[in-house]
């Protein structure tokens, strides 16, 4: 059975940074792209970042380019979403994800994601 675990969330302040993990199993990292997802209150849930890790090709919304960097350990089975600067606006419950490999990232979406874990609150405050 896939389960992903998301965890790091918390209360920081705009300009600072935390860092998510999601970890893994019934499945590994090499074998489904996965990423990140977050929803603030009131609005979509949106697309974040994706790595295929078996590749290590990488997607970054716009919204976080530069700031937010993501990466997987394969011998933890785990992913990680570094976010630097941070600003009241990322402030959302953030979920990782999973979609199988060969997908394109237009394609990785709320509605069609394979496996989705519990979300993590981030709170930015300014």
Same mark, same amino acid.
């Not at 997607?59 to 960097?69: C, E, I, M, N, W």
């Not at 933890?76 to 600003?87: A, I, R, V």
């Given at each position: 059975?896939?389960?992903?675990? !998301? ?91 999973? !979609? ?9 979406? !709320? ?16």
């Amino acid at each position: 059975e896939v389960q992903l675990q !998301a965890s790091g969330g918390g209360l920081v302040q705009a300009g600072g940074s935390l860092r998510l993990s999601c970890a893994a199993s019934g499945f590994t990292l090499d074998d489904y792209i996965i990423g990140w997802f977050r929803q603030a209150p009131g609005k979509e849930r949106e697309r974040v970042s994706f790595i295929s890790s078996g590749t290590g090709s990488t997607y970054y919304a716009d919204s976080v380019k530069g700031r937010f960097t993501i990466s997987s350990d394969n011998a933890k089975n785990t992913m990680y979403l570094q976010m630097n600067t941070l600003k009241p606006e990322d402030t959302a419950v953030y979920y990782c994800a999973a !979609a199988s490999l060969g997908r394109g990232w237009d394609s990785l979406v !709320a509605g069609d994601m394979d496996s989705w874990g519990k979300g993590t609150q981030v709170t930015v405050s300014s």
